[in-house]
């Protein structure tokens, strides 16, 4: 309950820094595990979810984030990390993007319109979404089990 409280707490404040168009780190430990919440431009984001523990504290806090990624493969939606991805706005501009996304992504956003896209392995899923002021946005982005790994995937804009 303790680690749930500190988590509110740096999200508020992270939060309230990127409101103010300041950058803030935050880094919370769970066990081996680590989590990241930070600022990319005015995005705050939790990266993570690797690991029972993790997951759990991502799920108590996900309704804080209007816009919730997972990112898995095949049938039995085995999740995966180290995605790519990149987060576009209405008028194209790239405004979040990370190397090493996943399996868990939550990410503060303004309302309005995005384009978010992801690869893995040369093949790269493209999901629209609207982030409204309520409720928040869940997508999720999964590939075809035995996705060949190893290749480098570069987001493009168009």
């Given amino acids: ?9 740096t999200l508020v404040g992270t939060a309230l820094a990127a409101c103010g168009l300041m950058q803030a780190h935050a880094q919370f430990l ?3 595990q680590a989590a990241v919440i930070q600022t990319v ?3 705050v984001y939790l990266n993570g ?14 309704t804080e984030f209007p816009l919730r990624i997972t990112f898995s493969e095949g049938r039995d939606g085995q999740f995966l ?8 706005d209405a008028g194209g501009n790239a ?9 868990m992504l939550f990410v503060v956003l303004p309302p309005g319109r995005y384009k978010v896209s992801a690869g893995l392995n040369g093949e790269t899923q493209t999901q629209q979404v609207t982030v409204e002021g309520k409720g928040g946005k869940d997508l999720h982005f999964r590939w075809a089990a035995g996705t060949p790994k190893g ?3 570069t987001a493009a804009r168009d």
């Fill in 41 to 43: 431009t005015t995005s």
């Fill in 49 to 62: 979810g690797v690991g029972a523990d993790e997951q759990a504290t991502m799920r108590r806090v996900a």
């Fill in 30 to 32: 769970m066990g081996e």
């Fill in 1 to 9: 309950m303790e680690h749930l409280r500190v988590l509110r707490n």
């Fill in 81 to 88: 990390a180290d995605i790519p991805m990149v987060i576009q």
């Fill in 151 to 153: 290749q480098v995937w």
């Fill in 95 to 103: 405004i979040f993007a990370l190397r090493k996304a996943g399996p």
